[in-house]
């Protein structure tokens, strides 16, 4: 099943088409990582996906019915988005930021309910900086910050979670932390997550459905196993890729890759 | 949000309530015509004198309102703007719309000339027209297609703007009579010239319509300034709610310097003052930015009024003194 997907989505950019003709369906209750090399229009597909960018045609649909036609605040209850690397205003404390999450269930002046303190809380206490709560956000790591974002994502109340490159400008321990964390969320509260990532590895291992795209369409998609191998890393990436297995996770790993050079490079080289 | 600094809050917004209290108090009190603290009280209550009537509610009370009206106005104004276009150094004066509603001014005078007070009312619509044209000349100037409004290119053409159209109202009133063109001249200087009940009148209106508008749309504010692609995924309308709140900001500049002269700076750092206060929650700071935008204006007209006597130093030079530098250092830190 599928409460969230796109039909015949073109997606452009000045002139240009980011995005060409696509479709997909996210499943539900799922981790679904988006890779490609850059500029392959991911980013786009998502920020498309959650009504950032309007596509040129083409629709996405959430439970059935077109996105641009109901009324935005009525999606941000069903659907979170969490842009890549905001910026929080100097001063704001976590527990501020957190509680924008609510904006979608507000009228008026915005005072928070009991019902809103406790989503809140529960953010806060789940993405463990709690203990942050009056801090500044620009006073706390990359990583800590990483996690307040995602507890305001957390606090709209929404099964489906989008991400844009979620782990970007993290060292790898705290990039880990936030995907154990999406992981978490996943498994016990059946959020549906999807995320554009970078790291094959990291995809590989936490996504349950993984899509590639090259040149703004999906290449290939399916499960880790069918999508991390030599052949679509070839097509997509461009690389010659030496795939193994994890001994930890018993998920494919890329263990190294050269780049493929054009034939005539190659010749002229040699 | 938590109760220790839901408590600071109002603290510091009583704080400010009081403040704001002992500068009236103290501009009365002082230069010309000047009521003590106790005439002060009993006039207010019914009990002054008819001499001690006539000073306050004649003389005093309306440029004092005008100038609380004004600095309202103008720090609501800047906070908006500041929290719209992401930039700590948005203001209406230094973006060119109180020059571009300056320019409509002296339209205005060439019209109507200063004396005629029945046709004073519709001197803010003209000053609007003005802000809001030049509001859409700079928007439209400093937006590249695909990366929105830079601040450093917004700010640039503001200041060029601004000084262009400040040139062009300096021209226009020099084909001014005597009087009207001293009157310009003043009013360029940031003169709160609106000492009459009337300008107090053609001013309340929108400050009373849109300072709580800007306030109900405290959650929208806080959602634009975190980041567009995150306003936007948590519900906002953020192409219309950005026009609307524009719209507002210029409105409240444009009506605020119609009659108290072209003030820069308070929208600049009254918002600026009460942030780092209370924080950049709109909920907590854009009341507090209103009241601390009424202490200067009216501090400052009444400093400006005190030294040289009895012509004065028009309050927005007063203004330009402390806020010049307070501008410099907010560069220097960015």
Redesign the interface.
């Given at each position: 099943m599928s409460r969230l997907h796109a039909e015949n989505l073109t997606v452009t950019?000045?002139e240009r088409d980011i995005v060409k003709n696509l479709g997909v369906s996210i499943p539900d209750g799922q981790i679904t990582a988006i890779i490609g090399p850059n500029g392959c229009g991911k980013s786009t597909l998502l920020?498309t996906l959650?009504?950032?960018l309007n596509p040129k045609t083409g629709m996405v649909y959430l439970d059935g019915k077109g996105i641009s036609k109901e009324?935005?605040?009525?999606?941000?209850?069903k659907m979170?988005?969490?842009?890549q690397s905001?910026?929080?205003?100097?001063?704001?404390?976590v527990?501020?930021?957190v509680?924008?999450?609510r904006?979608?269930y507000?009228k008026?002046?915005?005072k928070l309910t009991k019902k809103d303190y406790e989503v809140i809380d529960w953010s806060l206490q789940v993405t463990g900086i709690h203990e942050f709560?009056?801090r500044p956000v620009d006073a706390l790591s990359g990583g800590q910050r990483q996690r307040v974002w995602i507890a305001m994502a957390l606090a709209?109340e929404t099964d489906i979670i989008l991400l844009d490159e979620p782990t970007t400008y993290l060292d790898m321990c705290h990039q880990l932390e936030v995907l154990e964390l999406l992981d978490h969320l996943n498994r016990v509260e059946n959020r549906t997550i999807v995320m554009v990532i970078h790291d094959l590895n990291h995809a590989a291992r936490f996504a349950h459905h993984m899509v590639a795209m090259k040149d703004g369409s999906i290449i290939n998609e399916g499960t880790a196993e069918e999508v991390m191998t030599r052949q679509v890393l070839r097509n997509v990436f461009n690389i010659d890729a030496e795939i193994g297995m994890d001994p930890r996770t018993r998920k494919p790993v890329c263990l190294t890759y050269d780049i493929i050079k054009p034939v005539e490079l190659v010749g002229n080289l040699a | 949000m938590n109760p220790g600094h839901a408590k600071k809050v109002r603290v510091t917004t009583i704080s400010a309530i009081v403040l704001l209290i002992a500068v009236f108090i103290i501009s009365v009190a002082t230069g010309f015509a000047s009521l003590t603290p106790t005439e002060l009280f009993w006039t207010i209550f019914g009990q002054g004198t008819p001499k001690q009537d006539l000073i306050l509610f004649e003389f005093r009370l309306p440029r004092i309102i005008v100038a609380v009206l004004a600095g309202m106005g103008l720090a609501v104004s800047g906070a908006l703007l500041q929290s719209l276009t992401k930039n700590p150094l948005s203001d209406p004066g230094i973006l060119g719309i109180n020059a571009g509603a300056g320019l409509m001014v002296v339209v205005y005078i060439m019209f109507f000339s200063v004396e005629s007070s029945s046709s004073l009312y519709i001197l803010p619509l003209f000053a609007l027209a003005g802000g809001g044209a030049t509001a859409a000349i700079i928007y439209i100037m400093s937006y590249k297609k695909g990366e929105g409004v830079e601040p450093a290119r917004l700010v640039l053409v503001g200041v060029g703007l601004a000084a262009a159209l400040s040139g062009a109202a300096l021209t226009l009133a020099t084909r001014l009579d005597m009087e009207n063109y001293a009157f310009m001249a003043n009013w360029l200087a940031g003169r709160i010239w609106g000492d009459d009940w009337i300008f107090v009148l053609s001013l309340l209106p929108w400050i009373l319509l849109l300072l709580p508008i800007s306030m109900v749309k405290s959650n929208v504010l806080n959602m634009l300034n975190l980041n567009e692609n995150v306003a936007i995924g948590t519900g906002v309308n953020a192409g219309r709610e950005r026009i609307v709140l524009i719209t507002i900001a210029v409105a409240l500049a444009s009506a605020s310097v119609a009659v108290s002269g072209g003030i820069a700076f308070v929208g600049l750092m009254a918002p600026h003052i009460a942030r780092s206060l209370v924080g950049p929650r709109h909920q907590s700071f854009l009341p507090l930015a209103a009241l601390i935008g009424a202490v200067l204006l009216l501090a400052a007209d009444t400093i400006g009024r005190v030294i040289l006597d009895p012509s004065g130093i028009p309050a927005g030079i007063i203004v330009t003194l402390i806020g010049a530098p307070y501008f410099m250092y907010l560069l220097a830190r960015k």
């Open positions: 950019y000045g920020k959650s009504r950032i009324p935005t605040k009525k999606i941000a209850q979170a988005i969490l842009p905001p910026d929080a205003p100097e001063g704001l404390t527990g501020e930021l509680s924008y999450g904006f979608p507000q008026g002046l915005g709560k009056d709209q | -």
